[in-house]
């Protein structure tokens, strides 16, 4: 009697926690694992709970769902990085943990995301690999990996190693992304029809998959890291990439254009390092202690303000890995207002067919740039074109003394700048 009351409570103690194991998953890497999941996580769904998938490589033909309130969790704590890809001896997918690896879909971006997730749903703690994505070609299209849906979806210490699109996070209220890493080669982060705030916190897109010549070049040409259309309020922190064509990208998909507040954000050797469309006309914006390795563009279409404070600026000279070099560190078209503030500017003009390009070309209709530092003895640093209105350019250090061109002369307010 005591043995049967002592095993109930053991099973009480453990009530809400689902093992695949228990619905017929294997984890061989062979079998179709679709159906056993999506009981276990049916099962889940009943009350809530928590499915766990213990360490093993899960193939996948289809398409899963999380339900409201269910996580799907694996073995890892936090999230891993297989560089071992490119260092010889580190481990390489599978060899450890638990490894989801989708297979449905591919050839196409139409279709059901691999994993959605619903209202307070999380996915946590597990690999996503493409064990048939290709290398040595253009790679092969799939649909999204994560689709975010509902309220509150999170998608917490997952690895998303080689997926073509990455997370569409549409249509949803308050996501959480935290600690995802990987690298998605089409498009990493999609954010749009976002009405209360969503949260993207340590992301970063690596080569950790493949730094072959055909990914390379697919990247650099078609690759988008963070694609942010309409919400209200994204703060994004710690968020990296590096070779995508644009590296953070703001639009208006047709649900009108967001704004966001960017901190310690970056990306590195791109042609693009952010490209603004268009953004809120009253709130824009905002990046701070950022870092930017290429050219920075803001469109004719862009009507809110944009704001860059303590940020760095790098140019890049062409190469052979397809970079096209930078032009300017930064290009300002449109009706919003610009601010650069306590930032560092260096490598521009590097682009063969415009020589003579500024470091800073500004053509929108007001900016203003203080307290800034230009790190070489070249003009011009700034040009201000005939559409600004007003621009105010104060205390500023330029080596050599100031280089500034004016298309409209008496545009610019100019003064205690700094020769050095």
């Not at 049967?4 to 017929?24: A, H, P, T």
């Not at 490894?99 to 999380?122: C, D, I, Q």
């Not at 290429?294 to 303000?305: A, L, S, V, Y």
Request: net charge negative; proline share 7%.
């Amino acid at each position: 009697m005591e043995d049967n009351r002592m095993e109930k409570e053991i099973r009480d103690s453990f009530r809400g926690l689902y093992s695949v194991l228990d619905f017929g998953a294997s984890g061989d890497g062979k079998c179709d694992e679709t159906e056993a999941f999506q009981r276990a996580l049916d099962c889940a769904g009943e009350k809530g709970g928590i499915v766990y998938a213990p360490p093993g490589k899960y193939l996948f033909r289809g398409s899963l769902t999380v339900p409201s309130g269910v996580t799907l969790q694996g073995s890892f704590g936090s999230v891993p990085a297989h560089n071992g890809n490119r260092d010889a001896g580190l481990p390489k997918p599978g060899d450890f943990g638990t490894v989801l690896m989708p297979t449905g879909g591919r050839g196409s971006e139409e279709g059901p995301a691999f994993l959605t997730l619903k209202t307070n749903a999380t996915l946590k703690g597990v690999l996503v690999y493409y064990p048939e994505q290709r290398e040595d070609d253009e790679p092969y299209p799939y649909p999204y990996t994560i689709a975010m849906r509902g309220k509150n979806p999170a998608l917490i210490d997952t690895e998303l190693l080689n997926p073509y699109n990455a997370i569409d996070a549409t249509n949803n209220e308050r996501h959480m992304i935290r600690s995802v890493y990987g690298q998605p080669l089409r498009r990493g982060i999609l954010i749009d029809a976002i009405y209360d705030i969503g949260r993207v916190e340590d992301v970063h897109f690596n080569p950790w998959w493949s730094m072959k010549p055909a990914i390379r070049e697919f990247m650099t040409k078609k690759g988008e890291a963070f694609i942010i259309g309409r919400t209200d309020w994204e703060y994004m922190v710690n968020c990296f990439s590096i070779f995508y064509a644009v590296g953070f990208r703001f639009c208006n998909f047709g649900h009108g254009p967001g704004n966001a507040v960017l901190t310690q954000c970056g990306h590195d050797i791109a042609p693009v390092t952010v490209l603004i469309e268009e953004t809120q006309p009253h709130a824009g914006v905002s990046f701070s202690n950022c870092q930017f390795m290429g050219d920075f563009e803001i469109r004719e279409t862009n009507r809110g303000p944009v704001r860059i404070n303590g940020c760095g600026f790098w140019g890049l000279a062409p190469d052979a890995t397809g970079q096209p070099g930078t032009q300017s560190n930064l290009h300002a078209k449109g009706q919003g207002h610009l601010i650069l503030n306590a930032c560092h500017f260096s490598g521009w003009g590097h682009r063969p067919e415009s020589p003579g390009s500024p470091s800073l070309d500004l053509d929108c209709r007001s900016a203003a740039v203080t307290s800034c530092d230009f790190l070489e003895d070249r003009g011009p640093h700034i040009r201000v074109g005939e559409n600004v209105t007003d621009c105010v350019i104060l205390g500023n250090k330029f080596p050599g003394g100031a280089k500034i061109e004016q298309t409209g002369p008496g545009r610019a307010q100019i003064g205690f700048n700094v020769e050095i």
